[in-house]
């Protein structure tokens, strides 16, 4: 039928009835003039014959509808690039969309075309192939055309000469792709164009419709019925999260296509630093934040609805956002910004390797800028990263630089936040008298400051100094006051954490049932939140109360629970014993949730006795490190 087609013009339906007429015997001379009356005569001659008709290559419903047989012994099969949608709403045709060659399948067909050249040793560079040429038929068609046709080149130079695929169409030489894939994007209509070819500078494989509407500078619903369309002339394939991916054939094809556009890379930059600071602000909301400037005209920002949304948003966009950093086209203000907005995420997804990389991107570009406050914010981030890699000494230095730029700028809520961190490393080293000296400075400036969220975190960071001196009815005094506050303004995340922490002081007085309850309200807002990490880790105190109050059984249930999350997470685990547990966790306890700056809510996962301490060498009882996560 010539949907596609390097001429353009695609079969008329009135003259492909002539042919069909034609070769069911019909004279020439009989034959009428209208589409209707050969629409007739076709379906009347096909009335008592059982006949398989095959439509190739159609463009569209409209083409084929009046070749349809009607006779009940008939059945018409109609291949197109476009997925007709029309031909299933009026004629109750039957969809069979046709997806990627599978690897066997994908092998089968080249060998079919290859010959009988191809040996067993060949099938490393067949499998290369077969990868590079990812399913695609008309793909694989072309190269073992190529490889039938000069039957001297080794199939392993061939393999190496695809490998240029991925930046451009040139390792097909020979075999052009482009005219192909062109039948497809000349029928296209002109916004449809614009979008593939604005693919071509999309960094990632997979890309919203947000993202999309941003590369195009136009309304998202514009945007989305662009890239609907694309998927029905199948030049993008929707996957089941609502984004859009292209072949890497066809995305080499519309980097070919596209202009310098810097504007349009401009916009997608944009996009993804506002949606991931918008994200940042559902998993944190009373982060303190400096005022970010409104999205420009043109750049639309990803709805993402809850906290639930903003992580699934983060965890799927998460290479896009740290190939952004590197892109040439963001400014050192905006790197900055994209960077912070990552921290969050990355801190409660337990890559601290990741927030390390990502805030000296921040530091380096807020040096070059002269950014002072965003210098030592970086700074603080890099400290919070390096205590958790155990880099204790390069995190000293990093937290004095943070504190002295803080102090410089007289920011006493950067100041706090940085005490907050220098408390958790003490706390890490074992330093507790200086742990709870760093935190209560830490919840002086957050009064000075007037910033109340903070004093309830620094309030449970004291409450969790005095639970690890061995003072837990003053620990719970400012625990609870931790949590009343948190309440009132509306942080379950906070409160959560301080009820983790009194938890942890109830079981220490011996009160196990109240600890339970205490670790009970943690866990229902940490699962709404989605917060495994904090899950895991408060199972794991869940499991040290019930092992001290002499349920065994319920605290081994506790533990493997955890350590089956730590282990979805890649979390590290080290094997431990003596006390009823095979392995334990080795974490580090947050400080404040969400914000990495030391937060009293998380220990290091391990099987206790009933007093719930480990020993040290010297045989002396000594209470477990915390740990600081988002």
């Not at 983060?314 to 950093?325: G, H, R, T």
């Not at 003596?578 to 700056?597: I, K």
């Amino acid at each position: 039928m010539c949907g596609s087609h390097p001429t353009g013009v695609p079969v008329e339906p009135a003259q492909a009835l002539h042919g069909f007429l034609d070769a069911l015997g019909v004279a020439p001379d009989r034959i009428p003039d209208s589409l209707p009356a050969r629409a007739a005569k076709y379906r009347s001659r096909l009335g008592l014959r059982r006949v398989l008709v095959v439509l190739d290559n159609a463009r569209d419903a409209d083409q084929v509808r009046d070749l349809i047989p009607g006779a009940a012994g008939c059945a018409v099969v109609v291949t197109s690039r476009n997925r007709l949608p029309a031909l299933v709403a009026t004629a109750g045709a039957r969809p069979f969309p046709l997806d990627l060659l599978p690897a066997e399948s994908a092998r089968a067909l080249f060998l079919a075309r290859a010959g009988g050249r191809v040996t067993a040793r060949d099938d490393p560079a067949l499998a290369q192939i077969v990868a590079r040429c990812a399913g695609l038929p008309l793909a694989l068609a072309l190269v073992a055309a190529r490889a039938a046709t000069r039957p001297n080149l080794a199939l392993r130079v061939l393999a190496d000469d695809l490998a240029g695929v991925h930046n451009g169409l040139d390792g097909l030489t020979g075999t052009d792709l482009r005219p192909v894939f062109s039948w497809s994007y000349l029928a296209l209509d002109e916004p449809e164009r614009r979008m593939f070819r604005l693919l071509g500078l999309f960094p990632g494989t997979a890309v919203g419709v947000a993202a999309a509407a941003s590369l195009a500078g136009a309304p998202a619903a514009s945007a989305g019925r662009s890239l609907a369309k694309l998927a029905e002339a199948n030049m993008v394939t929707e996957l089941a999260d609502g984004r859009f991916t292209t072949h890497d054939l066809l995305r080499a094809y519309a980097c070919e296509l596209v202009a310098k556009e810097e504007a349009a890379s401009r916009r997608l930059v944009d996009h993804y630093v506002h949606s991931a600071e918008t994200a940042d602000k559902l998993l944190w909301p009373h982060r303190h934040r400096r005022t970010a400037p409104a999205p420009p005209d043109g750049v639309s920002v990803a709805d993402l609805g809850d906290q639930e949304g903003a992580t699934a948003w983060l965890v799927a966009e998460q290479p896009v956002l740290l190939a952004l950093l590197d892109s040439p086209v963001i400014d050192d203000p905006t790197t900055a910004r994209l960077a912070r907005a990552l921290t969050t995420h990355l801190h409660r997804s337990m890559q601290p390797g990741l927030v390390h990389t990502v805030a000296t991107a921040a530091l380096r570009a807020t040096e070059r800028s002269g950014d002072d406050w965003g210098r030592a914010d970086a700074q603080r981030e890099i400290g919070l990263a390096l205590i958790r890699l155990d880099r204790h000494a390069e995190a000293t230095g990093a937290l004095d630089a943070a504190l002295a730029l803080f102090e410089g700028l007289d920011e006493y809520v950067g100041m706090a936040h940085t005490q907050l961190t220098l408390g958790w490393l003490a706390d890490q080293q074992l330093r507790l008298t200086q742990s709870l000296e760093h935190d209560r400075r830490a919840l002086a400036l957050f009064g000075a400051a007037g910033d109340r969220n903070g004093e309830a975190r620094a309030l449970n960071a004291v409450g969790w100094d005095e639970a690890r001196l061995g003072n837990h009815a003053q620990a719970l005094r400012q625990c609870r006051r931790a949590v009343r506050l948190h309440l009132r303004l509306g942080d379950r995340s906070g409160a959560a954490r301080a009820h983790d922490s009194i938890g942890y002081a109830l079981h220490h007085l011996g009160r196990y049932s109240d600890a339970l309850d205490s670790f009970d309200r943690a866990l229902a807002v940490y699962r709404a939140a989605g917060d495994l990490f904090c899950v895991a880790e408060t199972l794991t105190h869940v499991g040290d109360t019930l092992h001290a109050g002499g349920s065994p059984g319920e605290a081994s249930a506790a533990w493997r629970a955890a350590l089956g999350i730590l282990d979805t997470l890649g979390h590290a685990t080290r094997p431990r014993s003596g006390n009823g547990c095979s392995t334990s966790a080795r974490t580090e306890r947050p400080r404040s949730a969400g914000d990495g700056f030391r937060r009293p809510c998380r220990r290091r996962p391990r099987c206790r006795t009933g007093a719930g301490r480990r020993r040290s060498r010297s045989g002396r009882r000594r209470p477990a490190a915390r740990s600081s996560t988002r």
